[in-house]
């Protein structure tokens, strides 16, 4: 008797189906609402010498003990930082260009590394081969 | 008995089918072999889904090679949980829709292994893949619960069970 | 039973339903709340050095160890194999004694091996690798970072040419002979070597210790991400920005190197010099602009995507399958070739 009342769907189902949806999109917010939104990171053999807001437009000199190495410009409404105006030969880090969350430039004669530090989603790339 | 063995069956060859379905994650499968033990849950017989899902699970893969490996766990503890889940949905009400339970099973299961994951990792990382996981779940969910439907339907006309 | 008061216990068993339904969800959610904040978590080390000329990132994880420690520890045996190795400047470097030797030197085991894993690279991919290029790379002036880079005449080339290539090497058990003044540059193998040494270590002092070490974009996998996920790896556009990716393979284990003409050079007159020369000619190599393999070792790796970039999508590369490596090569018009076992790792 009980088995007949077996039905596909019913109204009630739709509160059952939105709920997990509701759950992803809960999860899916935790990261960027915990996280720092992205923070620009200037390291210089390995030393934290500056630091600051990705979404602050700014521009900072890189210097290490008087001697200017490079400038640093971070553009806050694009989210990006790129290196200008660098003293090294090969320039490779001002062909970097820009670089937003989760990227790194590096200028290797003067050990200067510029990171752009923040969440990234686990479902993105680990590591790049270059 | 006839009924659950062939189910089982039946789950075993989708748990080994299912794999070569490409996936949007790099873990993680669709979970269209537990359209057998919704089948039978629908049916009314909770005690015969635990045991379709540990043989779909032990001999599938014991068949694919990934027997008690981390993969494997995670599979069967969020089947059994989603089982019992399942159950004490249905224990409420004898009005039931496919629907509901299927999704409710798929929901149970993918956050129990989500979290099994992250207890054997003991990182908070596996949770990043629930959203994607949840919202996968929820189709194959509705789609195991519409071949559920059908076929308890025809076990019923045919006076299988 | 009345209808009214079937219509009410149908109502209550949904409002059950519902309340178990939404019940069990909160107890999961509790459940990975008290999980979170009860435990702690494998937490991957970072540390950054500059390194062979680029910059190393070790990430690394261990539960038996100090991950702090092991990525130290990494990073001392890269340097020292660092100086060991280094053909131009470095006046303690065994390649530096070797190269400006006047007669046979005997080396240790650990050169060894390295000269002789190049020259084997050598023969297989007929020149394309080759360690003995030092002559020419210094005319150019990629020997260091700080050298003004230049292009030389045709008449300088063909001379440093002279002093240059594979052929000029002798080894015989541990005793080294380079003739026509050629100089050696392990470069394109040394990094890749020492990696190695240090992933070893890092096994050595956890087994299950798992990440990764990212020497300037050439990758060797420790272990797997939290011990049972696949890394993954974009490969670089090589006409792209730097966050630009072209494709994606998992691994687990092993390594994968990339050879490209954008990493290190410099243009004249619009012209693109890079780092990476043909042996035959004396110049940059031209038929490809990036040249990707994944190998067991990163020592392999590192030669084999060397040669496949100065080869091109060729017989030879194709052939790198035979060695237990896969290859993916795009040429100078953007063209993608893989093996056919590449393409397997870019799934999972």
Known sequence: MKRNDLQFFSRLDLFFIVTPIFIAFFIAAIPQASGKNGVVTVYISGELVYEQPLTRTATWVVKSDGEYLSTLVVDGSKEKVKLVDSNCPLKICERTGWVGIGGSIVCVPNKIVVKVEGKTKASEIDIVTW | ?161 | MRKADRKDVLKKRIVIQSIVFLTAILIFLAVALWMNFSRGSTAYVEKDEFVFGTLVRVVVSSEKRDPKAIADAMIQEMKRLESKFHPYHDGNSVIFKLNHATGPVTVDEETAFLISKSLYYSEITAGAFDPALGRLIKLWGFDSPDTKKRVPTSEEIAKALESSGYANVEIHSKEVSLKNHAWLDLGGIAKGYAVDQAVRLAKKIDENATGFVDAGGDIAIIGPKFGQFPWKIGIRDPRGGPQDIIGVVYLSEGAIATSGDYERYFEVDGVRYHHIFDSKTGYPARKSISATVIAEKLVDADALSTAAFVLGWSKIVEGFVGLGAQAMVIDAEGKIYKTKGFVAYEKE
């Open chain 2, 1 to 161: 008995m006839v009924v659950v063995a062939v189910l089982a069956a039946f789950g075993v060859a989708i748990y080994v089918v299912e794999r070569l379905i490409p996936f949007p994650l790099p873990v993680g499968r669709w979970g269209l072999s537990n359209y057998p033990v919704l089948t039978i849950i629908l049916c009314g017989r909770a005690p015969d889904a635990l045991l379709i899902l540990i043989v779909k699970s032990v001999v599938g893969s014991m068949i694919i090679g990934s027997f008690l490996s981390p993969q494997f766990i995670m599979g069967l503890g969020g089947g059994i949980c989603a089982v019992l889940a399942m159950w004490a949905l249905e224990a409420c009400s004898n009005k039931v829709s496919a629907v509901r339970v299927s999704v409710t099973g798929a929901t149970v299961n993918n956050v129990i292994q989500v979290l099994i994951a992250s207890a054997m990792v003991k990182n908070w990382a596996p949770t990043a893949y629930l959203p994607v996981l949840l919202i996968v779940g929820e189709i194959s969910a509705v789609a195991n619960a519409y071949l559920a439907w059908k076929t308890v339907i025809i076990l019923k006309e045919g006076r299988f069970i």
